[in-house]
Structure formats: structure tokens, C-alpha cells
């Protein structure tokens, strides 16, 4: 009896994946940086003097493992007309993420799960469950040649950044961590993180000429990963009189509704809330009438964190076909944080592309990029919050998906601390070779 159970359950398995879409992808990047060379500001020690240095320059050379390694992502994906599921595993020879060095096996933290998901689908109802993204809007990481700065600087900042410094309780200098405000636009992830969410969606087709998208439910926020305030008690938490645990709720939630016609607007509203003091809600528009024009996004991101602070984001994302060969591309940024009794930090990240095709073989490129996330300085500190980056950069492509950058880059820290040791400027020669199948 067990060896016919046991042939069904082959035969069911083996027509399951004779009826199934299966597909793999293989993604592989490269990025060394060949050279680099920093300048260091000079160190004055008030107290002790034998501990003062001169200013000099570090110039390392062949740096392969620095920034990301050799990684990418493995995909396997299968789907039904009812069913789906889909992994994406990062692969990382060099130095990984978490500092290890990962030679040719795969130990430590060298292979990791980026996506892992599955979907039931009946008709336009979809469910959705595991670690996923999830974004309707276009998050404007668009670059002509591979990791440029709007790839690069923009890639998760759809809200706030998480990076404006100032004063912290009005009176302390240090940097905001504005929590569940992150990557806004991507629903089913908080703060630009790989965690557990399980929504349902339901889309309506011709609703005033376009289609409606109704999606929502649980998102897991990252406080228990971080182990921070937030991870203390749980989302909600009730005891009875005896101080019993009667009801307690883990995860947060999320709601979107977005409208889209492809001749004219999509309208994408977004509200989260991943912790139980902190809520947001997001509005993004992408025009779509606009002449030569793509992936055009305002954005307007709002949230609050109770007796703490209050903040918002304004974006806009843009990319304009002057020719077929020449392409600009704009990316900007203002955010602000008030806390409650003290006056408003505020930070303003802008960044351009221009491009331009020289053939099938050669793309070029000029990137330029001002960060500064302390725009009020009201803290009057010299913290390296602002700075500027221009880079050349070249592409060339062997064939579709498979090409190599490199760049002539420069960063200048506009206000390091002086007569600390610091770097005010560095010039290096990345390089990036990608391969998408």
C-alpha cells in the first residue's frame, strides 16, 4: 500500500511541474574599485601633542572586494495560472555584508535569501505571503551605465532617508533614525529591510477609464532584528488585572489603493503602519502625458512617531529623452523632521545624469550629485553631512545584459570635522561588471 501512495504522490508531483512555468535567473556583478586615493585632513590634539598629525594622502590600489564584493542573485520561479512561487538567493564571494570572508564555499553569510515568496491567485484576487518587494510606484533608480548615482544614492529613498543629522532632543547632536518612514513606497518591506509580510490584493479594471488596485495586510516590522526600544514590547500587547498576557499582536499593517491609466496619471496612496507609536501615509503621482518623457514621480511622504517627532519628504523623479541617444536624469530630494519642542531638521539630496549612446558598443556619462542632510545646521556642526560627488563614467557592452562600467569619480565632504583626522576628499576608479540571464 505504501509503495502506491507513494507512486501517486510522484506522479502528482511530476505533473505539477509538467503543468508549472519554470524559470531560472542568473545575475552576476562585479565591483572592484582599482584605485583610490583619499585625502586626510590633519589631527590636532588639544590636550596631548604628541598626538597630533600632519595632513597626508592614502592611495590604495586593486581593491577588489571593496564596496559589494562579487554578488548577485540566483532566481528560481515557477508559476501556474493559480498558483506561483519565486526565490532569490544572493550569492557573495569576497568580503559579505557582514564583514566575513566568504572564499569558494559557501559559508558564513556568503549565501543569503533576498526574496522568498508564493501567491494564490483567483481571478483578480491575489494573496501573497514570505519576504518580498512590492512596489507600484517606479522608484526612480535609473541610470544609463551600471551603479550610477541615481541607482546608487536613490535606489531605496522613496520618503524619508534615514540619514538626516541634527540635533536629536533639541540639545545633542547626532543622526535621526526615522523609523518605519524609509523606502515608503515599497508596501509589503519596512525600512528598505527583508522581512515578512502577507497582504491580499484585489484589482478592478475600467474604473474611470483606468484600473484600481486595492491591496493590503501585514508587514513585520524590523524592531526585534535591530533589538532597539521598539523590539521591547511587541506591537500590541494586553494583560488582564493579574498581569497575564491576553492579547498580544506582532506584526503591523499596510494599505494601498492606486489608479492607474497609461495614457494619462497613476495616483499610488500608501498607508503604513509598522510600529505602534509610528504611523505614515504617502501620495505619488507619475505623469504620463509628458513629451518624451518616463518614469516621472512626485511624492509626498508623511509620518509620525508619538511624543517624538513629526516628519515629511517631498520627491521628484524624472527622465527625459532629448534624442533617441541622449538621455537626462533628474533625481531630488527635501525631507524634515520636527521633534516635539525643538525646531525642524531638514536635509536636501539632489542629483543629475546626463547621457549620451555613442553606438551599440560605448554609452557615456556624467553624473553629479549634492547631499546635504543638514540643511538648517542649527546644531553648527562640521559632522560630514554634506557633500558633493561627480563622476565620468563609460559603458561597454559585449551584448544585451552583459557590459562593464567604469567611472572617474570624486567626493568631496564639504564640512568634515576639522583637525580631526578625517577624509575631505576622495578620488577613486570603480568598476562594475554585470551579466543579467
Known sequence: ????????????AATSLATAEVTVSQNFRFRPDLLKVESIDKTVNATDATKNKDAYTKTTFGDLDSYGACSDTLGIA????????????T????????????ESKAENDAVTIDNYYGW?????????????????????????????????????????SGNLVGLTDGKTS????????KDFGNVSQVDAGNYLSFLADYTLDDIGGGKLLLKGGLVENNAEAKNTELSKTPFVTTKDDDGNTTFQQSAGYVFEAAWANDEIIKVDAIFKKAYNKNYGFGLYLTPMMIPNAKNVVLGFTYGTKKDTYSAFAVDARAQFNITPEAVFALGAKYESITPDGADAETGLSVAAEGSYKLNDLVTLALDL????????????????????????????????NAAITTALRYTAVLNAAKDAGKTTGTFDIPVVLRIKM
Open 1 to 12: 500500500m505504501k509503495k502506491i501512495v507513494s507512486a501517486a504522490a510522484l506522479a502528482v
Open 369 to 400: 550629485g549634492y547631499f546635504n542632510y543638514d540643511l538648517d545646521d542649527n546644531d553648527d556642526a562640521d559632522d560630514g553631512s554634506q557633500s558633493f560627488v561627480a563622476s565620468g563614467r563609460a559603458k561597454f557592452s559585449a551584448g544585451k
Open 78 to 89: 515557477g508559476k501556474t495560472d493559480f498558483a506561483g512561487f519565486k526565490v532569490d538567493l
Open 120 to 160: 494564490l491567485t483567483w481571478g483578480a484576487f491575489n494573496l501573497t505571503g514570505g519576504v518580498y518587494d512590492s512596489r507600484f510606484t517606479n522608484r526612480g533608480n535609473y541610470t544609463a551605465t551600471e551603479e550610477g548615482i541615481l541607482d546608487k544614492e536613490f535606489a531605496k529613498n522613496l520618503g524619508l
Open 174 to 181: 547626532g543622526k535621526w533614525d526615522t523609523v518605519g518612514l
Open 91 to 102: 550569492l557573495t564571494s569576497g568580503i559579505t555584508k557582514n564583514g566575513n570572508y566568504a
